[in-house]
């Protein structure tokens, strides 16, 4: 999966961000206990069955840091069964995963939580961190306050300057504020591999050695990513998994089993009411199709995270809703076939947006913007199909892919899945 927002990333890391008045960020280090993980551990080590979730990026859905926590859990505490939610999805933030919460996390029932969008958050604003995960936060324990939450941080290479120097960078700072705010424990993984990456104990990014030659070159540092974010499993991941183990021990015996307090708001205009609607007939004009998951291979693909999943392909084919509440976005996808979407909110001017992107080899979920930052009131919607095609062609050649079948390209589809919403769907 790609990384959004990379080119933002490498420019922000390099600048100081401001958190707002009377700031003063804390040292970076490995691991910060606060209030602990004692239901959990609890749980544990009574020999219980636990679930243990994983909300992030696609640094998450490798076979990497969460496959070997699991494990970790698993060897230390073999008379336990302990189960996974992997609710991870590449190329996604903070802003998606409070929408996503409730379908692909919480109504697994999870007894612990681990929750990883430092580096998908790198480009965003303090401010837009704030809500998201502070949405995050909230909706967990509201659904059930006993779940225990640990953040997790990763990096990537822009990202070592700030760790070499014990500061945060700026999105893991401002999730250090939430997680302060409520007693959450966090970990950055990554602090140990910038360390390592200063003393030349460790190549951030390269090539693993394939020849006894590239091997004695390479000498005792490993290397840790190929591409400057993903580590490989065997270097990289390695070393995020070694900082869990090093901070569950530290995090052991800290706070009191029992129901999490659920404090006053750090931020007002926080996401805890940000919901996921499944799309409705009603809502959709002829055409549209609701694709089986037993014989349509996109709805198969994508059934654990859409509840439906809808496609239309012919101009004028439209979806309308209301709702009451100040944003709304739609859970899409993007892909070889995508068209363009024109979007109406009230009386404001439309505006075209494309369902293709420069990495639409293939298909992967996504979420179209329709408004943000409206005042709080029932607004009115209507996403119509476009009958022209974006330039696929010069789309794609910013990444130098080209178009390889004529056919998979040939299109103006629309797959749409649900409402995202702050507020609620009105009638």
Same mark, same amino acid.
């Given at each position: ?27 970076? *280090? ?7 993980? =004692? %239901? ?38 073999? &008379?336990? +069964?302990?189960?996974?939610? %992997? ?13 996503? *919460? ?37 909706? !967990? ?14 990096l990537v290479e ?5 760790? +070499? &120097?014990?500061?945060? @960078? ?7 504020? !939430? ?5 959450? #424990?966090? !970990? ?19 090539? &693993? ?51 999490? =307090? ?5 931020? @007002? ?8 609607? @499944?799309? &409705? ?9 609701k694709l089986d =998951?037993?014989?349509? #291979? ?18 004028? +084919?439209? !979806? ?15 892909? #070889? ?12 001017? =439309? ?13 992967? *979920? ?18 119509e199909i476009h @009958? ?11 990444? %130098? ?14 797959? /749409?899945? /649900? ?9």
């Amino acid at each position: 999966m790609h990384y959004r927002n990379w080119t933002v990333l490498v420019f922000v890391c390099f600048f100081p961000v401001c958190f707002g008045a009377n700031t003063v960020l804390p040292e970076a *280090l490995e691991c910060r206990p606060r209030e602990g993980l =004692p %239901n959990v551990l609890d749980k544990l080590n009574e020999g219980g069955s636990v679930r243990i979730a994983y909300l992030g990026g696609s640094i998450t859905a490798q076979s990497g840091w969460r496959v070997k926590a699991l494990e970790w859990f698993r060897q230390t505490y073999p &008379q336990s +069964q302990v189960g996974e939610i %992997n609710a991870a999805i590449g190329g996604t933030g903070s802003d998606l995963g409070v929408y996503r *919460l409730e379908y692909d996390v919480l109504r697994h029932k999870p007894d612990l939580l681990f929750v990883e969008f430092a580096v998908n958050d790198g480009g965003t604003a303090p401010e837009q961190i704030y809500r998201s995960m502070e949405g995050i936060v909230r909706k !967990i324990w509201r659904a059930d306050p006993t779940t225990d939450i640990c953040l997790v941080y990763t990096l990537v290479e822009g990202m070592c300057g700030d760790l +070499q &120097q014990g500061r945060y @960078p700026p999105a893991a700072g401002a999730m250090e504020r !939430i997680a302060d705010h409520y007693g959450i #424990p966090s !970990i950055h993984m990554g602090l140990e591999v910038a360390r390592l990456t200063a003393r030349n104990k460790v190549v951030f990014t390269g090539k &693993q050695p394939s020849t006894d030659a590239e091997r004695e070159t390479l000498g005792d540092r490993i290397v840790f990513s190929p591409d400057g974010v993903h580590p490989y499993v065997e270097t990289g991941h390695e070393l995020y998994l070694q900082a869990v183990v090093r901070s569950m021990k530290k995090i052991a015996g800290k706070g009191r089993k029992g129901a999490h =307090p659920l404090r006053d708001p750090f931020v @007002p205009d926080n996401w805890e009411n940000a919901t996921m609607v @499944p799309l &409705q007939p009603a809502m959709l004009s002829e055409g549209w199709i609701k694709l089986d =998951p037993q014989s349509h #291979p996109l709805a198969r693909r994508f059934a654990d995270r859409m509840p439906v999943l809808y496609k239309a392909s012919q101009p004028g +084919q439209t !979806i309308r809703f209301r709702f009451r509440g100040t944003a709304a976005e739609m859970y899409d996808l993007l892909g #070889p076939d995508g068209g363009q979407v024109i979007v109406r909110v009230d009386d404001q001017d =439309p505006v075209v947006k494309p369902r293709f992107d420069a990495y639409c080899t293939y298909h992967r *979920l996504a979420t179209l913007t329709v408004a943000r930052g409206l005042k709080e009131g029932i607004h009115t919607v209507e996403l119509e199909i476009h @009958p022209d095609q974006p330039d696929k062609a010069a789309i794609l050649a910013k990444r %130098n892919e080209k178009i390889d079948d004529p056919k998979r390209f040939d299109d103006t589809a629309w797959y /749409a899945g /649900a409402i995202l919403v702050l507020g609620e769907i009105v009638d």
